[in-house]
């Protein structure tokens, strides 16, 4: 079975002049993708009474899949949390919700980051049980919850059937050389139910700048061989294109990064 090709609408959060909902589903699909990812960012009431309101028309109109919703809760602000549970409440039309567990305030970190992270889960789990809807945990670039052994960890812990991880590359790339990301990949594709990638540089030093994000055909770190491990684990599930930080054309980038994939894709248990 073929893996949807998803682009995250993040994108165009930097595009000039700025897309409409509408616009970034019809870019991305006259791009070739299939499907398109939901990033509301920041999350504000707004994004409540506007396009939230309404995520699947514009998606449907143009021939993609909505699968995926992206969340944040953040240790040191309370109303994230709710803000969260507000998504699983009244939002509907997506089948995952991504979650990030981040802390703005240091000083603020909890001491035990996967008990903090299992104690929120067990007050979202009940509001997915009762929309079939699956909390997919998402590692994140020095983020208490910044690597996918953690997320495993978290799994093990609450042994639910609607929670699972993902493997952002990108976030993964800041933290880790590109062995030990082979290494940790192999070790979580047979598990994980989401993956992102996007080309990925260091602008700065190893292990404490966030990776600069790309389009597909422009990265440091090799992608072919992650996709290899994905062939070879029999993965299944969604390839997400990661936007964020795209600089010139936006269309351009996102119709040359199917391209690439088109020409390295998972096909069956071989990559192209």
Known sequence: MKNKLVAMENAFFDAAPQYR????????????????????WPLTDECFKGYLRDITSAPAAH????????ANID????????????????????????????????AQTPSDPIQATRKELEILLPLAEARNTEICLYHHTFYPI?????????????????????????????????????????????????????????????????TKQYPLYESDLPLEPLLKILADSGYSGDIVVQGHGWEGNITENLRRSKAWYSQNEINGNEVC
């Open 146 to 210: 910044y690597h996918p052994d953690q997320c495993a960890e978290i799994i093990k812990l609450l042994d639910h059937p609607l929670l699972s991880h993902a493997f952002a590359t990108s976030h993964a790339y800041a933290h880790f050389t590109d062995e030990e990301i082979l290494q940790i990949l192999t070790r979580h594709a047979p598990h994980i139910k989401s993956f992102n990638f996007c080309g990925c540089k260091r602008p700065g030093p190893f292990g404490s700048t966030k």
């Open 21 to 40: 909902w509408e616009q970034r589903c019809a870019a991305i699909a006259e791009a070739g993708f299939d499907g398109v990812y939901v990033v509301p």
């Open 75 to 106: 240790f040191a602000v309370p109303s994230s949390a709710a803000r969260t549970r507000r998504v699983l409440e009244e939002v509907h039309g997506f089948s995952r919700l991504e979650l990030s567990l981040k802390c703005s305030d240091p």
């Open 63 to 70: 021939g993609l899949t909505l699968s995926t919703f992206f």
